[in-house]
């Protein structure tokens, strides 16, 4: 069974600009949670979507967004860039909403750089 | 407001010593924790877990000690290996809807 995959891999933006980054769950997984990881901060959660339905969303300002499809894929976006987005960003799947825990899966991450 | 907390930013370890992680927490709430470990380029793996009910958890060579009074837990590595470098992260689910993550250990393991 493939794992969850995130593309792209690597990415580098200039400020001001906006971003999409894309998460494919684990077949058969509907919920997929994403984490943005920075050094000093570590894994902070940004949002679980879970039937294309927004579950819960961690302490991030609005230009930080997400939206998931039909195929539990999901993608999110960041507008007006700024340099304090650099940051790893995960993402988790897991078969059901509000399985936080070992029963999610991480994908390799997107690891953006904003210059 | 950090609520779970990892104050040791890395760590460096001889090959067959033992490595001792530790975390700290300060939500009392909490009562399940997980320790991750995540390599460079790769997500982080799931490697132990321990529920509030107990103090202890081993599997192999990794043991996870909880001590609710200090709201303190440590990851034991024994003995350690080359292998285990990595970064070690504790969490605990918060209404189990999200991770709450400490920032992190480094290991390294040096022959």
């Known amino acids: 069974k493939a794992g969850v995959t995130q593309t792209p891999r690597y990415l580098i933006k200039t400020r001001g600009q906006q971003v999409t980054l894309s998460c494919s769950p684990i077949s058969g997984h509907r919920s997929v949670s994403w984490y943005q990881q920075t050094p000093g901060q570590g894994l902070q959660f940004l949002f679980e979507?879970?039937?294309?339905?927004?579950?819960n969303k961690g302490n991030f300002p609005g230009r930080f967004s997400g939206r998931q499809f039909s195929n539990s894929r999901s993608e999110m976006n960041v507008s007006t860039l700024e340099l304090g987005d650099s940051a790893l960003y995960l993402c988790a799947s897991s078969l059901a909403a509000g399985l936080a825990g070992e029963t999610q899966y991480f994908g390799p991450g997107t690891r953006l750089l904003v210059l | 407001d950090q609520q779970v907390k990892q104050n040791s930013p890395s760590l460096s370890v001889q090959e067959g010593r033992i490595s001792i992680l530790n975390c700290d927490y300060t939500n009392s709430m909490f009562d399940y924790f997980l320790w991750y470990k995540k390599y460079p380029a790769e997500g982080p793996t799931f490697l132990i877990s321990?529920?509030?009910?107990?103090d202890k958890n081993e599997d192999g060579r990794f043991t996870v000690f909880l001590n609710k009074s200090a709201k303190h837990l440590s990851l034991h590595i024994v003995p350690s290996q080359p292998g285990d470098s990595a970064v070690y992260f504790c969490a605990a689910p918060h209404n189990t809807d999200k991770l709450i993550f400490g920032t992190g250990t480094r290991l390294q393991v040096f022959p």
């Open positions: 321990i529920s509030s009910i107990k």
């Open positions: 979507y879970f039937s294309e339905t927004q579950r």
